[in-house]
C-alpha cells in the first residue's frame, strides 16, 4: 500500500517551454504533497508543500511563478516548471504523506528534466 | 543551514558485516525519523522510522538507534549484502498534519564482495 505514481519518468524540453510533472497517490488519499529537487550527488531539496485545495506553501529561494504547483484533488498533484531554462534540469521527486498505525512517507520514482 | 547531517559521504564494507550509517541533527523538535534507500534516477525506498519515545526499533536485517541528547541516530544494517549497496538518506520531521521532512546530506554504501 501506499503507492506514489510519478509521470514522466524523463523528459527533455527546450528552452522556454512548460513541463508539467504529474504524482498520483494510487491507494490512498494525500492530503499533502511534497515536491523536491535533487541535484547531482546531493541531497533532496524540499522545494514546496502542496494541501489539497489550498495554494502551496514554496521554501525560501523557490520562484512560485516559476514552479506552479496544483493539487486540486486527493489522488493527484501536479508541478509545471514554466518558461523552463537549462538550469531547472534536475530530477524532481514528489512525495505523498500517509497516515495509518504510524505516518510515513512515499515516494515517486523521480522526474529527469532535461532543458535544451 | 543544513538541519540533518551526515557526516561519511561514502562507506564500504565487506559483504556479511555490519554497516553503520550515522546521522546527526541540530533541531531539538524533530520527533521522528526515517531511513530510505536511494538509487539513481529512482525515488527514495522507505526502510524504517523511528520515533522520538523510542531509542531502538527493528526490522529484519535493519536496526535504528535514536540518542536523543547526542541529536544522533544510525542505522545498522546486519548482515550487509551487495544489494544493499546504495545511497542511504536519513530524514528527520515535526510531528504535525502538514509536517515536512528534512534530508541528510546522504551516505553511499558500497558491499564488496
Known amino acids: 500500500g501506499a503507492v506514489v505514481s510519478q509521470h514522466p519518468s524523463w523528459v527533455i524540453c527546450k528552452s522556454g517551454t512548460s513541463v508539467k510533472i504529474e504524482c498520483r497517490s494510487l491507494?490512498?488519499?494525500?492530503?499533502?504533497m511534497f515536491w523536491y529537487r535533487q541535484f547531482p550527488k546531493q541531497s533532496l531539496m524540499l522545494m514546496a508543500t502542496s494541501n489539497e485545495g489550498s495554494k502551496a506553501t514554496y521554501e525560501q529561494g523557490v520562484e512560485k511563478d516559476k514552479f506552479l504547483i496544483n493539487h486540486a484533488s486527493l489522488t493527484l498533484s501536479t508541478l509545471t516548471v514554466t518558461s523552463a531554462h537549462p538550469e531547472d534540469s534536475s530530477f524532481y521527486i514528489c512525495?505523498?504523506?500517509?497516515?495509518?498505525?504510524?505516518?510515513?512517507?512515499?515516494f515517486g520514482s523521480g522526474t529527469r528534466l532535461t532543458v535544451v | 543551514d543544513q538541519q540533518v547531517k551526515q557526516n561519511s559521504p561514502s562507506l564500504s564494507v565487506q559483504e556479511g558485516r555490519i554497516s553503520i550509517l550515522n546521522c546527526d541533527y541540530t533541531n531539538s523538535m524533530f520527533d521522528y525519523f526515517l531511513w530510505y534507500k536511494k538509487y539513481p534516477a529512482e525515488g527514495p525506498t522507505f526502510l524504517i522510522s523511528?520515533?522520538?519515545?523510542?531509542d531502538k526499533n527493528e526490522d529484519g536485517r535493519f536496526t535504528v538507534f535514536l540518542n536523543k541528547s547526542a541529536k544522533h541516530l544510525s542505522l545498522h544494517i546486519v548482515p550487509s549484502q551487495p544489494g544493499d549497496s546504495a545511497v542511504y538518506f536519513c530524514a528527520a520531521s515535526i510531528t504535525g498534519t502538514a509536517s515536512k521532512l528534512t534530508f541528510g546530506t546522504g551516505t553511499r554504501l558500497q558491499v564488496t564482495l
Open positions: 512525495s505523498a504523506r500517509y497516515t495509518g498505525r504510524f505516518y510515513g512517507y512515499t
Open positions: 523511528i520515533s522520538s519515545i523510542k
Open positions: 491507494d490512498f488519499q494525500a492530503t499533502t
